[in-house]
């Protein structure tokens, strides 16, 4: 038989792609539409993660790709099960978090018959993705999931959505389609580097902003071996921090707005900021000063400043990597009269417990392990109390920040860094949007410390409410016993009353080295600490 001749099932065609580029996990809810793929997953070594919720699937697809460095792989079915996806989906394109997305849908003869479960899905994903494709044939689904993949790996980053109605998934192709090469489209020329390079020998205060791109493009060393190197001074976006550690003395910690103040008065006195890898949002430009800007990223449309380049980090910098720079010993000592760390009090010994000493003691003794924090008052603790010396040491889904993230994202992490002690800082509000993702804690055996930060209340909607209204409305909340719903699912649970036992239940429950709960009482009425606008 001429090899030409052989065929295989679009479906099976779709996951020997995801084994042929090492995908390990696909986290996953199944349905009527999607269940050809689902067939052809049990037979692959690609371990499905059946999460509890749709949106637990995108959030965990995501926490995955931000603590392994690559991309993550959700899978819902049609109609309710897709648009349940559009949390996380958005969560993750805002963030550039690259990111495979499949859906099932009805098939090709139902479509736009408004047939049950029949929606314009691929319209809606449209503006929270990099693409959203409607696969008509099996051939064109094929080549499209081997583009978005190839493109991750030179171009911008961010969630793709390939939406597969289930007579394609079920209709067989050559199998010879899956050994077509394909080109990634982006263009990387690096055009403007002889440009940078003059700028930054002219330089006489330099300095680095990385953004996550630099993670991305799996460009942490090389970024680092400049920086040492040239002894240029580093920023970061929220999301990179720990690409250099935060206790290195080349290190100025976060710039913008929650930014240290050594940080944003070098964006503010420096003659030249070398962005790379990052996006100019509206929090980080409050850190910046009227200075010149070489901007590095592969995305095209969100480059800024006076020198664009399209392109990768990590030929960007072995581009520049021999060069001749001005000495920088002046422009370091005048940054270290300037803090990089928060003057944050933390020695309360109130009952209820502070929220500042609840998290000081929480990552005191979880040193080195991953923090994921979800959204709530905690989050501003935690930026300002972490100290992240590894990248993606602390994760957050900053640009978006959806309360319910931090429980899903937590389980995509462990399954990413098996090896490190994972830890959940969640308030009491975001914990109960996802808490039915204990279930695969519990189900996978995951040893996963979850710190509920419990206050009865949304406590940031809650303070805001007082600053500007009349009254509160609607921010108290009436929660049920977290340690009794974490039993039903055969989870170790504790409650915390006493600021003095946080740091020895968070060690002894990282030590049990299983899925633990730790529920932390604290202060209803500590508001957080709000950001000074930089003029």
Same mark, same amino acid.
């Given at each position: 038989?001429?090899?030409?001749?052989?065929?295989?099932?679009?479906?099976?065609?779709?996951?020997?792609?995801?084994?042929?580029?090492?995908?390990?996990?696909?986290?996953?809810?199944?349905?009527?539409?999607?269940?050809?793929?689902?067939?052809?997953?049990?037979?692959?070594?690609?371990?499905?993660?059946?999460?509890?919720?749709?949106?637990?699937?995108?959030?965990?697809?995501?926490?995955?790709?931000?603590?392994?460095?690559?991309?993550?792989?959700?899978?819902?079915?049609?109609?309710?099960?897709?648009?349940?996806?559009?949390?996380?989906?958005?969560?993750?394109?805002?963030?550039?978090?690259?990111?495979?997305?499949?859906?099932?849908?009805?098939?090709?003869?139902?479509?736009?018959?408004?047939?049950?479960?029949?929606?314009?899905?691929?319209?809606?994903?449209?503006?929270?993705?990099?693409?959203?494709?409607?696969?008509?044939?099996?051939?064109?689904?094929?080549?499209?999931?081997?583009?978005?993949?190839?493109?991750?790996?030179? @171009? &911008? *980053?961010?969630? %793709? /959505?390939? +939406?597969?109605?289930?007579? #394609? $998934?079920?209709?067989? !192709?050559?199998?010879?389609?899956?050994?077509?090469?394909?080109?990634?489209?982006?263009?990387?020329?690096?055009?403007?580097?002889?440009?940078?390079?003059?700028?930054?020998?002219?330089?006489?205060?330099?300095?680095?902003?990385?953004?996550?791109?630099?993670?991305?493009?799996?460009?942490?060393?090389?970024?680092?071996?400049?920086?040492?190197?040239?002894?240029?001074?580093?920023?970061?976006?929220?999301?990179?921090?720990?690409?250099?550690?935060?206790?290195?003395?080349?290190?100025?910690?976060?710039?913008?707005?929650?930014?240290?103040?050594?940080?944003?008065?070098?964006?503010?006195?420096?003659?030249?900021?070398?962005?790379?890898?990052?996006?100019?949002?509206?929090?980080?430009?409050?850190?910046? @000063? &009227? *200075?010149?800007? %070489? /901007?590095? +990223?592969?995305?095209?449309? #969100? $480059?800024?400043?006076? !020198?664009?380049?399209?392109?990768?980090?990590?030929?960007?910098?072995?581009?520049?990597?021999?060069?001749?720079?001005?000495?920088?010993?002046?422009?370091?000592?005048?940054?270290?009269?300037?803090?990089?760390?928060?003057?944050?009090?933390?020695?309360?010994?109130?009952?209820?417990?502070?929220?500042?000493?609840?998290?000081?003691?929480?990552?005191?003794?979880?040193?080195?392990?991953?923090?994921?924090?979800?959204?709530?008052?905690?989050?501003?603790?935690?930026?300002?109390?972490?100290?992240?010396?590894?990248?993606?040491?602390?994760?957050?889904?900053?640009?978006?920040?959806?309360?319910?993230?931090?429980?899903?994202?937590?389980?995509?992490?462990?399954?990413?860094?098996?090896?490190?002690?994972?830890?959940?800082?969640?308030?009491?509000?975001?914990?109960?949007?996802?808490?039915?993702?204990?279930?695969? !804690?519990?189900?996978?055996?995951?040893?996963?410390?979850?710190?509920?930060?419990?206050?009865?209340?949304?406590?940031?909607?809650?303070?805001?409410?007082?600053?500007?209204?009349?009254?509160?409305?609607?921010?108290?909340?009436?929660?049920?016993?977290?340690?009794?719903?974490?039993?039903?699912?055969?989870?170790?649970?504790?409650?915390?009353?006493?600021?003095?036992?946080?740091?020895?239940?968070?060690?002894?429950?990282?030590?049990?080295?299983?899925?633990?709960?730790?529920?932390?009482?604290?202060?209803?009425?500590?508001?957080?600490?709000?950001?000074?606008?930089?003029?």
């Amino acid at each position: 038989m001429n090899p030409s001749d052989h065929k295989i099932r679009c479906a099976d065609a779709l996951i020997k792609i995801l084994e042929s580029d090492n995908v390990k996990f696909i986290f996953g809810h199944p349905g009527e539409q999607i269940l050809p793929f689902y067939d052809a997953l049990r037979k692959s070594d690609i371990e499905h993660v059946l999460m509890r919720h749709e949106q637990g699937a995108v959030h965990a697809a995501d926490g995955y790709a931000r603590a392994s460095g690559y991309f993550g792989v959700c899978v819902a079915t049609a109609g309710p099960g897709a648009l349940n996806l559009t949390m996380g989906v958005a969560t993750a394109f805002k963030d550039s978090i690259p990111m495979i997305v499949i859906t099932g849908d009805v098939p090709r003869d139902l479509k736009g018959q408004n047939t049950f479960q029949d929606i314009n899905i691929v319209d809606v994903f449209k503006p929270i993705t990099l693409e959203s494709f409607n696969i008509k044939d099996p051939e064109d689904g094929v080549v499209k999931l081997k583009m978005a993949i190839n493109s991750f790996k030179n @171009g &911008k *980053t961010g969630p %793709i /959505h390939l +939406n597969f109605p289930k007579d #394609v $998934l079920n209709e067989n !192709i050559r199998e010879d389609v899956m050994d077509h090469e394909v080109e990634n489209s982006t263009h990387v020329s690096l055009n403007g580097t002889d440009d940078a390079i003059k700028l930054i020998e002219m330089s006489k205060r330099p300095l680095i902003l990385a953004g996550t791109g630099v993670i991305w493009a799996h460009a942490v060393e090389e970024l680092r071996d400049f920086i040492l190197k040239y002894k240029i001074p580093v920023t970061t976006t929220y999301s990179a921090r720990g690409v250099l550690p935060e206790n290195n003395p080349l290190c100025l910690g976060m710039i913008g707005l929650r930014g240290t103040t050594a940080a944003n008065y070098a964006g503010g006195s420096c003659d030249l900021i070398i962005a790379i890898g990052c996006r100019f949002s509206e929090r980080t430009k409050i850190g910046i @000063g &009227k *200075t010149k800007i %070489i /901007h590095i +990223n592969p995305d095209g449309e #969100v $480059l800024d400043g006076d !020198i664009k380049i399209q392109g990768d980090a990590g030929q960007f910098l072995d581009k520049i990597s021999n060069i001749n720079i001005k000495n920088t010993r002046e422009w370091l000592k005048e940054l270290e009269n300037h803090k990089r760390t928060f003057d944050v009090k933390t020695d309360y010994h109130d009952v209820p417990i502070k929220p500042q000493r609840a998290i000081k003691e929480i990552l005191d003794a979880s040193d080195e392990s991953i923090t994921i924090s979800d959204a709530g008052t905690h989050t501003t603790w935690v930026t300002l109390l972490k100290q992240a010396l590894q990248p993606s040491e602390l994760i957050f889904s900053g640009g978006f920040g959806p309360m319910g993230y931090g429980l899903p994202a937590a389980i995509g992490a462990k399954l990413a860094k098996p090896q490190k002690k994972v830890v959940l800082i969640v308030g009491d509000g975001g914990f109960q949007m996802t808490m039915e993702e204990l279930a695969v !804690i519990a189900q996978n055996k995951l040893p996963i410390l979850i710190c509920i930060i419990n206050n009865c209340c949304l406590g940031i909607i809650k303070q805001w409410q007082n600053m500007h209204y009349s009254k509160q409305y609607e921010v108290e909340l009436e929660n049920p016993d977290f340690i009794e719903i974490a039993k039903a699912y055969r989870i170790r649970a504790e409650r915390i009353e006493s600021p003095e036992e946080i740091f020895k239940s968070v060690k002894n429950a990282l030590e049990l080295d299983e899925p633990y709960l730790i529920d932390m009482m604290v202060d209803k009425e500590e508001g957080i600490i709000l950001p000074k606008i930089i003029s």
